[in-house]
């Protein structure tokens, strides 16, 4: 995920993921710090750590390029 994001592990964590999980609060209600990831078609995907509830968005993991 650092690698297709171009950032640094720091970013990673203290920026995009938070972005990430702030822009799809709507749809994790009650969950905390998802996993997050992408698809074939390199949309966000969101999983509950603790259910292994997932996600799936129409939002292009490339917008969050740092």
Known sequence: MI???KTT???WHYKIKKKI???HKDILK???NPDVGFDEADNVILR???T???FRTDTPINIYED
């Open 30 to 32: 009650g969950v905390r």
């Open 3 to 5: 690698r297709k994001l």
């Open 52 to 54: 292994g509830k997932t």
């Open 21 to 23: 999980i702030d822009d």
């Open 9 to 11: 592990e720091d970013g």
């Open 48 to 50: 509950d750590r603790q």
